[in-house]
């Protein structure tokens, strides 16, 4: 099935915790079980049905569309470059495709796999601001763990710094922007950008956006993702990978 959601795929980062592995290329580009991470977020994408995909590049930039083309897929590909992402994040990145996106976007951090099964749920969701959440992971996270805090079915903090206490589930690196949801983010990214912070995660405005508007987790129901930092994301990865797999195939009988 089509939709007409457009995927931004935030993929400017050098990924400095893979080194020696990311010197001369892409944390995204970097095989895992004899495939680049990158597509395996590219086969849930057109699996799901999306057509369209925005991949912000920085670091070894140009090495994306010699492995990906114009077309991956059923997904045609259009590349925004981050010229000074050694100096911001993700919040930078995505702002520079405000251009390419107008109501309806998922936006998903290229170091993300994930089950297809998500990624439906995701497109399913007629909340306008949506992050994808495990809420299975609750109280004690690893210091990486991107925890939120759940208030009466809104998402009200988004931090790595949130005590166990108050940690309520583990954000995935997947979002989704509808309708007035498109509105408000571009405003306050536009608003991060004026205020020269460009060197904060995409969950810096996401953080602000929610102390405003409502953000509402969708569940992953303790699903298989991961999401690659280091060397151990990406060893674990291997395994992880093979099983989410075997679940979309058992998902597809």
């Not at 892409?26 to 991470?37: Q, T, V, Y």
């Not at 920085?58 to 100096?87: Q, W």
């Not at 809420?135 to 759940?150: C, F, P, Q, R, Y």
Request: hydrophobic letters at 40%; glycine letters at 4%.
């Amino acid at each position: 099935m089509k939709v007409s959601t457009k995927a931004v795929i935030l993929a400017a980062g050098r990924g400095t915790r893979l080194l020696p592995l990311t010197k001369n290329t892409c944390k995204a580009l970097l095989l895992l079980n004899n495939k680049p991470i990158i597509e395996y977020a590219l086969d849930t994408l057109s699996d799901c049905g999306i057509e369209q995909a925005v991949i912000v590049v920085g670091h070894c930039g140009d090495e994306f569309k010699k492995r990906l083309g114009n077309k991956y897929k059923n997904v045609a590909i259009e590349y925004i470059y981050n010229p000074i992402y050694e100096k911001t994040n993700s919040t930078y990145s995505l702002w520079l495709a405000k251009d390419s996106v107008k109501n309806d976007i998922i936006v998903i951090n290229a170091d993300t796999i994930c089950p297809r099964i998500v990624m439906e749920e995701m497109l399913k969701t007629s909340h306008s601001i949506a992050m994808a959440v495990d809420e299975t992971l609750t109280g004690e996270l690893s210091e990486d763990a991107m925890k939120v805090t759940i208030v009466d079915g809104l998402i009200k903090n988004a931090s790595k710094k949130i005590p166990p206490k108050d940690t309520h589930g583990d954000a995935i690196g997947i979002y989704r922007f509808q309708n007035d949801g498109v509105v408000v983010l571009y405003e306050e990214l536009k608003k991060v950008v004026e205020e020269n912070i460009l060197d904060q995660l995409f969950t810096f405005a996401v953080q602000r956006i929610m102390d405003k508007n409502n953000v509402r987790p969708v569940n992953t129901r303790g699903l298989l993702w991961i999401e690659i930092d280091d060397h151990k994301d990406l060893k674990n990865a291997e395994k992880i990978v093979k099983d989410i797999l075997k679940l979309d195939e058992q998902d597809r009988l």
